[in-house]
């Protein structure tokens, strides 16, 4: 069946460093992909949404030159945290969508020491 | 098999009637569990954690069976602002596992 992975799992890296993280679905052809943050103890919060071949729309407080979000297929987006900073520690969960239903990503843990 | 799954529903409850729904996961090994809900174009917003020994918040019951590997949720006095999809999450080596969920119109 249909599933949406994420790549890499956990992330380890040095401030100042960009990160990319991949959202592939598989068997699903995904017209919307989300983009969620998720503090400890707390719910998801959407940072962006992208449709296949246009620009990422964000939530306000996200900055756009920070988390850079390129949705070139139905199958793959990507979040690249630029200059990642200890506060940009986070758990980044993707979402795919189409036609009403949403597939979840399994997150990505990112530390920034 | 799926490693969480869900009844896509929908289930269609009277207001007032009280619904349940479960969540089956195949990682025996899964260490925590959550239901979140999702109102329609909405981000999910956590619901609550489950439990091992069951948990309530109001109207909402949430319980873990470990043995047959699935988590539930009650939910009494449905209410109209209850209608939304519920997510079940599982939690398997910190990367979170989501159900496909389960719609609830709760009709009038």
């Known amino acids: 069946g249909a599933v949406v992975s994420q790549h890499p799992s956990w992330v380890i890296c040095k401030s100042g460093t960009s990160v990319k993280i991949e959202c592939r679905s598989l068997?699903?052809?995904?017209?919307?992909m989300f983009w969620y943050r998720q503090f400890p103890k707390q719910s998801l919060m959407l940072m962006a949404t992208?449709?296949?071949?246009?620009?990422?729309?964000?939530e306000q407080g996200v900055e756009k030159d920070k988390f850079l979000i390129n949705h070139a297929s139905l199958t793959l987006s990507t979040l690249t945290v630029t200059s990642a900073h200890p506060e940009d520690s986070s758990f980044y969960i993707c979402?795919?969508?189409?036609?009403?239903?949403?597939?979840f990503g399994p997150g990505t843990r990112l530390l920034v020491l | 098999r799926k490693e969480v799954e869900q009844d896509p529903g929908p289930f269609n409850v009277p207001e007032g009637a009280t619904v349940a729904f479960n969540c089956t996961y195949s990682?025996?090994?899964?260490?925590?569990f959550f239901w979140y809900r999702q109102d329609c174009r909405k981000e999910p917003k956590l619901l609550m954690s489950?439990?091992?020994?069951?948990n309530e918040d109001g109207r909402f019951t949430a319980q873990l069976n470990r043995a047959s590997q699935y988590i539930s949720l009650l939910i009494r006095d449905s209410k109209l602002s209850d209608s939304a999809t519920y997510l079940c999450?599982?939690?398997?080596?910190?990367?979170?596992?989501w159900g496909a969920g389960t719609k609830l119109i709760i009709k009038p």
């Open positions: 979402s795919a969508s189409r036609a009403g239903t949403d597939l």
């Open positions: 068997d699903f052809q995904a017209t919307t």
């Open positions: 999450v599982v939690n398997n080596n910190y990367q979170l596992i």
């Open positions: 489950v439990y091992s020994s069951g």
């Open positions: 990682n025996s090994a899964s260490q925590s």
């Open positions: 992208s449709n296949e071949g246009s620009k990422a729309t964000y």
